[in-house]
């Protein structure tokens, strides 16, 4: 089963404008990281929080992260048609011993 | 380019084949992690090695068994293959384990692996 749930399952929005998406847990996490895979290819990481932190930036992207809530959240300000490509959450669960399980992914389409 | 190579990139066989799929790590990465992506399961992890030792198993099924060599680089056999089976395998490394140092995964570009 996988340990990440995103939502929404698809995001469609027009060039210039914010996109937002969502990761929810089930465990306690050592941290929780965030991926991009474009069509087919393989996946690339953008960015990770640790448990201790509750939020973290990146270039345009803005993460962050309640584990009170067991709940993740990825900003991509200013969005490019380049950004289209499908974005999972990825959580390393304290005890899994580096297994590192991944949610559904969120599908982003990004038109110009 | 994550410096991570597979091999081969796409592998059409039939049902009751066995294959073999190849993982070249990062240079420096002691970590290998195999993942299955199929259109209804999503993104599965299989197995993980360290420096050569398994160190955390998934969904991976009795037929599918790896392996990571003292070069680092692995080996993620498949046999009595099933149509089900049908999917994009990835390959990421990684320096340790996820959670020490950095955590990120290195992909590959993925082996599709269609069974007629």
């Known amino acids: 089963s996988q340990q990440g749930e995103e939502d929404p399952q698809a995001l469609s929005i027009q060039e210039g404008e914010n996109a937002t998406m969502n990761c929810s847990y089930k465990t306690s996490i050592n941290n929780l990281q965030w991926y991009r895979q474009n069509s087919g290819r393989g996946l690339v990481h953008l960015i990770l929080i640790r448990s201790n932190e509750r939020e973290k930036h990146s270039g345009r992207l803005r993460v962050t992260l309640d584990t009170s809530k067991k709940s993740s959240s990825l900003l991509i300000t200013a969005s490019r048609a380049a950004d289209t490509a499908s974005y999972f959450c990825?959580?390393?669960?304290?005890?899994?011993?580096?297994?590192?399980?991944f949610g559904a992914g969120t599908q982003v389409v990004v038109t110009p | 380019d994550s410096g991570v190579t597979q091999t081969p990139k796409h592998l059409i066989t039939a049902t009751g084949q066995r294959v073999t799929l190849r993982c070249s790590p990062r240079s420096g990465d002691l970590s290998v992690y195999w993942y299955q992506q199929s259109l209804d399961q999503g993104l599965q992890f299989l197995i993980q090695y360290y420096n050569g030792e398994e160190r955390a198993k998934g969904n991976i099924l009795e037929r599918f068994s790896a392996q990571q060599f003292p070069d680092l680089h692995s080996e993620l056999n498949l046999s009595s293959l099933e149509l089900g089976d049908s999917a994009l395998y990835f390959c990421a490394s990684s320096v340790g384990l996820a959670g020490v140092g950095t955590g990120e995964l290195f992909f590959g570009e993925g082996s599709r692996l269609t069974v007629l």
């Open positions: 990825a959580t390393d669960a304290i005890g899994s011993w580096g297994k590192l399980q």
